[in-house]
């Protein structure tokens, strides 16, 4: 552990230090063991957040409130610890230059970590093709990136940054307020006959909602990859 | 040899039978939803569920007499590869052995397939005796579908890849051809109590 960078309130980064890492690609995820003194074991995966071109591997990690390898990590792991990983894992929910664009990349809550991945593996390797990427979260002060997703909009041509905050948002915010709409994914992902390539990750209800409209939208089933997290609820 | 995490002491449940718990694995009460791509929603008038490859005569059963054939109704645990166990599921369906009656194949394999593109490779005696089923009712209900409703594979003894959501079919193979995720880094046979996960495992 190198360095640990608060995001948000309840979202942590953690900077590695890994001799060794074979390289990742820009969506992949580890796996990450804790070990207690008496041997105990607790595993959980984490999205990299950082693209292959980037000097440090990150992992950006939510505190779950009833988590129990999270709060560990936000809370107590300090730089210079040792943290046992595993990876990179994960070949399909993966975006590499060699398979163009548009990029469509569709985020809730920390959903966000594997594609801003892609965003920055963008940067370094494909600014001509267009980049596209609706971020959907509950307040302005939970976006996590902020800064830098803003600047991709006002540095890049060809790069479409937006937000969407369904509880509360700044007086003058300009992006879309309440949940997304597939009105808005409409408008986000294009015209279906530009053949974008989606990638959608966040919890389960927002990545089956936006999955489908997609698809009813003519996107074609093959061209929108998905990543779900956290339980349903049931 | 793990290092030891200073500071961490890890969050047991009592009420979690460790036997019962795979290496890695903590147990979850809710039902978490994986998958790589959209759902599919296959109109049950188009479905129908079809057993080929290296058979004499290929079978196959539309939607209504699929659920005409003798069901079994089974309480299991269940093993995601990304570390959450789900104990005592109750699933309703029909067992593969039911499905291969009267098939005649020199198979030692099969590729589940999915509507949605999905597919999954088994050893054949993995998914025979007993172990393996093509499920349509979770817990007294019609399988939603992110669940994989209408009917889904359910081989509770390796991890849950290989529960093939949207079954459509079951197709003999006399070499194992990996499936979806077995391409993409996963572990060919997946085995929890084995901590198959990844290739190399």
Redesign the interface.
């Known amino acids: 552990m190198a360095e640990l960078v608060p995001e948000t309130a309840r979202v942590t980064s953690l900077v590695l230090d890994l001799p060794g890492w074979p390289g990742h690609r820009a969506g992949q995820h580890v796996d990450v063991?804790?070990?207690?003194?008496d041997g105990?074991?607790?595993?959980?995966?984490y999205s990299i957040a950082s693209a292959p071109e980037d000097e440090h591997v990150v992992l950006t990690v939510e505190r779950l409130q009833d988590g129990?390898v999270s709060p560990?990590l936000v809370d107590?792991l300090r730089a210079g610890?040792?943290?046992?990983l595993?990876g990179p894992?994960?070949?399909?929910?993966v975006w590499e230059e060699s398979l163009g664009g548009p990029l469509v990349l569709i985020g809730g809550g920390s959903g966000v970590v594997p594609l801003r991945s892609m965003l920055r593996h963008w940067v370094t390797t494909s600014r001509a093709v267009p980049v596209r990427l609706l971020y959907s979260s509950r307040s302005w002060n939970e976006v996590i990136y902020r800064d830098e997703l803003v600047g991709y909009s006002a540095a890049h041509a060809r790069a479409d940054v937006r937000f969407a905050l369904t509880r509360e948002w700044p007086q003058g915010f300009t992006g879309h307020t309440g949940r997304i709409t597939r009105e808005l994914l409409a408008d986000v992902a294009g015209a279906p006959d530009g053949r974008p390539i989606i990638y959608v990750c966040g919890p389960?209800g927002f990545v089956?909602a936006a999955?489908?409209w997609?698809?009813e939208l003519g996107h074609a089933?093959?061209r929108?990859?998905?990543e779900?997290?956290?339980?349903?609820?049931? | 040899m793990s290092p030891i995490s200073r500071g961490f002491t890890g969050r047991r449940r009592p009420a979690d039978d460790p036997s019962r718990l795979p290496p890695g694995q903590y147990s979850e009460r809710g039902f978490p939803v994986l998958s790589a791509g959209p759902t599919p929603h296959t109109p049950l008038d188009e479905w129908s569920f079809l057993i080929d490859g290296v058979v004499e005569a290929p079978v196959s059963w539309p939607w209504e007499e699929f659920l005409g054939l003798p069901a079994e109704t089974v309480t299991v645990d269940i093993h995601c590869v990304t570390k959450w166990s789900k104990l005592d599921t109750t699933w309703k369906g029909v067992s593969v052995d039911t499905l291969l009656e009267g098939v005649e194949t020199p198979a030692a394999y099969l590729t589940a397939w999915s509507d949605g593109g999905y597919t999954t490779n088994v050893a054949l005696e993995d998914v025979t005796g007993g172990k393996a089923w093509v499920a349509y009712e979770y817990d007294g209900e019609p399988l939603e579908p992110e669940h994989g409703g209408p009917a889904r594979l359910l081989v509770p003894h390796l991890y849950f890849w290989k529960s093939a959501k949207w079954v459509r079919g079951l197709t003999l193979t006399l070499d194992d051809e990996p499936g979806f995720w077995e391409t993409y880094g996963y572990h060919n046979r997946g085995d929890p109590w084995l901590e198959q996960r990844y290739q190399g495992d």
């Open positions: 063991r804790l070990t207690a003194e105990y074991q607790a595993q959980r995966s129990e560990y107590v610890d040792e943290l046992e595993r894992i994960g070949g399909y929910f389960t089956e999955a489908e997609l698809v089933p093959g929108i990859r998905t779900r997290f956290g339980p349903t609820g049931s």
